[in-house]
Each structure stands twice: as structure tokens, then as C-alpha cells.
């Protein structure tokens, strides 16, 4: 039993997920309005972000780079 749970829970895909989960709670106190509301709108960035990029790739401009914002200072690095 023990390797079974093991197995299923020591892998990053299910553990990393709910490190950040975690972490966002803690973050705002547990108030579970404001973290869906976070996860919302976190999860709609990434699918706007995902679909944008789909269609640069499209246009045949794949060797122009997107600038990416940097998490710890929110500002737009053009490298």
C-alpha cells in the first residue's frame, strides 16, 4: 500500500499543482472566493497567452520572440 501511494503521489504533475494551490490559500488566507477568482483569472492569461501564440505560429513569424513578463518584478523583458 505504502509503494502504491508512493507511486501515485510523489510525482511533480500531482505535487507541484498542489504546492501552488497551497501557496495561493495561505497567501489569502484561505478565503476561497478570492482564490477562485486568482485561478480564474490566472487560467484564463494562460489560455489567452496559449491562443495568441497559436496564431504568431501560424503567421510564419517563429523566429520573432514574445516578450515574457517576469513573475518577481512584473515588468516586460524583451529577450
Known sequence: MKALIERQLY????????????RLMV???FNLMQVTFVVVMKSSQYMFQAVFRHRFDQAGRRDVRLPQVNAVHEKTCHC
Request: charged content about 15%; proline content about 13%; hydrophobic content about 65%.
Open 11 to 22: 510525482r511533480p504533475a500531482v505535487v507541484l499543482p498542489l504546492l501552488v494551490l497551497m
Open 27 to 29: 497567501t489569502l488566507d
